[in-house]
């Protein structure tokens, strides 16, 4: 194999031939991975292909084409576009621009006007690379572009968009804070044993009476119930539909008129059961949504059973049309009782007929989808009136048994898994399951499925906090029957993406977060400061024992926490509980564990001294919660916009809400918050910490110590 030849066709395809590690060491990608990496591409190589050969016909198919799919138009720069054409395309050029609103622009002109870029040779043709501008300069959105050169047609979307991404007025010079916690794990004396979204409004506006400005919480999106029993927000059936473990049976249209659903709700077995549910230490997911489910399949088939039941479906049809689809995709699961790709040859291919599924359950799914839309506005009206941000995460991907790759299966590289290589706490690398996004049909496609996916989110959401934004940049790819070690970085268009995220956070006024831990390249965090991008300050990452400080300053554009829901709790990570949860999933050696265990200890008594001098932490202690509070506090004195407390840190839980690397190993977004809401809320560790970090986000803290 010519591997020289290998390495130049990977990089045209932006596949990566090797990559710098966590320990700053440079990692060559095997061969046979670049070979799969490049077939999953797209690209026409086998054991007999001449790689020269195919590198060459890529080359001047490139030249071939007159347009790029996609050009960005950033606010402050140039309207324009390169063009490529030789002499033999000719001389007269058209051009048209539809706008997003309909508005059409047109103009002739001759190639000669043109400025030359630059000049390529096509099979021994000259090809002149020209600045097209264009005029009148689209408003901020989405245009698309048609280009006659001769008898060559092109067409092209064109983002216009704002070079930074929406942010606060400069007026609004509060310090945030707020708390985190997932929707799941929170629950009230009175819940179906998780929470639903009316307890998320009472935890809204239970944080807005402290001084509060946001909640945060995990994915809401739809999942699989009839046939997956993973609840990981992050692998969710689909990123353009929401959970209805979530909806409140109270609250949905009809249940005050509907007998059936109120003698449910009133009669003893449905109470026993959710009695039983609030009982047990890990959510039922399962059980919680059979028993809602009746309630809710009842009150659909009243709606629909009226003769009159009026145009909300039929608006929010209109305006969700992809809903029909869904609904009738997640029957036909049903129907089926395994996920699509065991389905039959037509329904796998897309087709799905009535006879393919229940109409009683296709109107179900439209019914539910329905109303969590109309809870969500009202939840997010309810965050608005009380000054609140809706703090949203956007999950890297989708399962790969999820509507969306069964209905956009070309932009999915389906034999591949997202993952991670290896580093100094996943010695053998990460697998997160799910099938990456092909960056070159994704392109093709205009980005249209990305684009709804964060609309749907940026409708209710106020800030979106992006997990794993580094995937705008490049995301690891491992070829299915490789190791999470064997696989590559594919590069992805990261300005086109960030010219998205800038449109939409305008568009929406929504506040856009990357979660940035990690192997990040510098290149991507230049790129978030360059585009007003938030980035994360994290307690448990940051620290280094051997520094000094311990923990470096916090910027002024990052969300500060102690954690993630992805770390340890702080009290498992302050008393090691990790570094034993390690071992025992071996990760670490007895051995290696030894030397943790020692630097843990310089870490905690450079971090007590480190707060103590910073006024942060009254006396010499390494009592958890101590420890824990003036970290708050020295958050809360920072620079960062938002600093977001973990409500389970509050109480010294030490029971991880995930363990990263595992499924069944542990009860991974299962795990019920140890104490209800209404029990927690008045607990002097959870109450008065909070008071304490308001003041010092409000500086009254730093007043009263200066007296």
């Not at 707020?178 to 794990?185: Q, R």
Request: net charge negative.
């Amino acid at each position: 194999m010519d591997l020289k030849s290998l390495r130049h066709l990977a990089r045209w395809y932006g596949v990566y031939d090797s990559y710098v590690d966590v320990a700053g060491q440079r990692c060559l990608t095997p061969p046979d991975t670049l070979l799969a990496v490049l077939r999953l591409l797209g690209a026409p190589v086998d054991a007999q292909a001449d790689l020269g050969d195919v590198l060459r016909a890529q080359r001047q198919e490139h030249t071939r084409r007159l347009l790029d799919p996609v050009t960005v138009l950033w606010e402050d720069g140039p309207a324009e576009v390169l063009i490529r054409a030789s002499a033999a395309d000719g001389q007269a050029f058209r051009w048209r621009l539809r706008q997003e609103t309909g508005e059409v622009h047109e103009f002739a002109g001759c190639l000669e006007e043109l400025a030359v870029v630059a000049v390529r040779s096509r099979e021994g043709v000259a090809v002149s690379y020209r600045r097209l501008a264009i005029s009148p300069r689209p408003p901020i959105g989405y245009h698309s572009l048609e280009l006659e050169v001769g008898s060559q047609h092109a067409e092209a979307l064109l983002i216009a968009a704002p070079r930074r991404a929406y942010s606060r007025s400069p007026v609004d010079t509060r310090a945030m804070w707020g708390v985190f916690l997932p929707l799941y794990a929170l629950h009230t004396e009175s819940s179906w044993g998780a929470a639903d979204f009316s307890d998320l409004e009472t935890l809204m506006t239970w944080v807005a009476e402290r001084g509060g400005s946001l909640v945060a919480t995990l994915p809401l999106l739809s999942t699989l119930w009839e046939a997956s029993d993973d609840p990981s927000p992050y692998s969710p059936a689909s990123r353009l539909f929401w959970n209805e473990f979530y909806i409140d049976v109270a609250r949905v249209h009809g249940f005050a008129e509907c007998p059936a659903a109120r003698e449910m709700i009133a009669s003893g077995a449905v109470e026993e059961a959710r009695t039983e549910l609030r009982r047990g230490a890990l959510v039922d997911y399962q059980g919680q949504m059979a028993l809602k489910r009746r309630v809710l399949l009842a009150l659909a088939e009243w709606y629909f059973d009226q003769p009159d039941h009026g145009d909300g479906l039929a608006e929010y049809l209109r305006t969700h049309p992809e809903a029909d689809t869904f609904a009738r995709f997640r029957a036909a699961g049903e129907r089926q009782g395994t996920n699509w790709p065991q389905w039959p040859a037509a329904m796998r291919a897309g087709t799905i007929t009535r006879a393919d599924y229940d109409e009683r359950i296709y109107r179900y799914h439209l019914f539910v989808q329905w109303q969590i839309e109309e809870q969500l506005r009202g939840l997010a009206a309810k965050a608005a009136d009380a000054d609140l941000l809706w703090y949203l995460d956007f999950p890297l991907g989708v399962g790969g048994a999820s509507y969306d790759v069964w209905r956009w299966p070309e932009l999915f590289a389906t034999g591949a898994s997202g993952g991670a290589p290896p580093d100094a706490f996943f010695t053998k690398g990460q697998n997160w399951g799910f099938p990456p996004l092909h960056p070159h049909r994704l392109r093709e496609q205009g980005y249209a499925y990305l684009i709804a996916a964060l609309r749907r989110h940026l409708t209710y959401a106020r800030l979106l906090r992006i997990d794993h934004i580094m995937k705008l940049r490049r995301l690891y790819w491992i070829p299915h029957g490789m190791d999470a070690k064997e696989g590559a970085y594919v590069r992805y268009p990261m300005e086109e993406l960030f010219a998205i995220l800038c449109v939409e956070s305008h568009r929406r006024q929504a506040w856009v977060i990357g979660e940035n831990l990690g192997t990040v390249p510098a290149v991507l965090n230049e790129a978030l400061a360059r585009h007003g991008i938030s980035d994360m300050y994290v307690v448990q990452y940051e620290a280094r024992p051997e520094a000094q400080p311990p923990l470096p300053p916090v910027p002024a554009t990052a969300v500060a926490s102690v954690n993630t829901h992805d770390m340890p709790q702080f009290a498992a990570f302050w008393n090691e509980h990790d570094i034993e949860e390690r071992v025992a999933l071996g990760l670490l050696s007895e051995e290696e564990s030894q030397e943790h265990r020692r630097r843990r200890e310089v870490l905690r008594r450079s971090l007590v001294a480190m707060l103590r001098g910073a006024g942060a932490l009254a006396e010499e202690t390494c009592e958890t919660g101590r420890v824990l509070e003036a970290l708050l506090v020295w958050l809360g004195r920072s620079p960062a916009p938002v600093v977001l407390a973990n409500l389970e840190d509050l109480w010294q839980e030490t029971e991880a809400q995930n363990t990263p690397g595992t499924f069944r190993e542990r009860p991974n977004w299962r795990r019920r918050a140890r104490f209800a809401f209404e029990e927690f809320r008045e607990r002097p560790e959870v109450v008065e910490v909070l008071g304490r970090l308001a003041r010092a986000r409000h500086g009254v803290e730093a007043r009263e110590n200066r007296h």
